[in-house]
């Protein structure tokens, strides 16, 4: 383990980085679908759009399905996404394997750990409670916790100050592209995930780093610290 762990933040997104969350995600888009008389939409078609928030998602599935909505409609839609999602969050979403034990490594290690995601601050932090990950965390920074979201810089480095950290001693861990520009335009540096829901593969996106599985994650870590 690298010596300064201690005084190291690292910050995860969410969605497709410590958590599998899109069997819910598109669960409770496919029930706005259904609402307006759509048929449901893969999953795996709505993977791409997650890292941008659930309203992406929303947007994605109506243009695959060939329809059109003023700004005003997609709105309405929203908010019956948001509510059934609210109340079904953690029906099967789950951590992806090893990251409840990371999370503790890396807090005994002395590191702060915090997420930085574009889903709202509050499902957020509900999700995290209900599958137990609430208490291993320094922060939560939801896309409505400051002014901007990622891919704008001051939602990472907003992100790291709320955690208690300096953006000098931060890596940040993501999944899509979104992640990675954040991080590069925050000059931190960024661990790529390549089992999350980028439309592209994670390792032409420029992180520092790719990892196929947390098992990966503390050599990887050790490498980025030391280069940086």
Do not use: W
């Amino acid at each position: 383990m690298h010596p300064d762990l201690n005084s190291y933040t690292i910050v995860f997104d969410l969605d497709g980085t410590l958590v599998d969350t899109a069997p819910d995600l598109a669960a409770a888009a496919n029930h706005v679908f259904e609402r307006i008389g759509l048929a449901p939409v893969a999953p795996a078609e709505l993977h791409p759009y997650i890292s941008r928030g659930s309203r992406a998602m929303i947007e994605a599935g109506l243009r695959l399905h060939g329809v059109a909505k003023s700004e005003a409609e997609v709105t309405e839609l929203h908010q019956l996404f948001l509510p059934y999602y609210e109340t079904n969050i953690a029906v099967l979403s789950r951590p992806f394997e090893g990251v409840p034990e990371l999370l503790d490594t890396l807090r005994g290690a002395g590191a702060r750990i915090a997420v930085c995601t574009n889903k709202f601050e509050a499902l957020s932090k509900s999700l995290l409670s209900q599958l137990r990950l609430d208490d291993k965390l320094a922060a939560v920074a939801g896309r409505d916790t400051f002014a901007v979201c990622k891919p704008d810089p001051g939602h990472l480095t907003g992100t790291i100050a709320l955690a208690g950290g300096n953006v000098e001693r931060a890596v940040m861990v993501g999944d899509s592209e979104v992640d990675v520009a954040t991080a590069i335009a925050a000059k931190v540096p960024c661990i790529g995930v390549s089992f999350g829901y980028t439309p592209r593969p994670i390792r032409e996106l420029g992180a520092d780093m790719v990892i196929d599985h947390y098992r990966e994650f503390l050599p990887a870590l050790q490498t980025v610290l030391r280069r940086n």
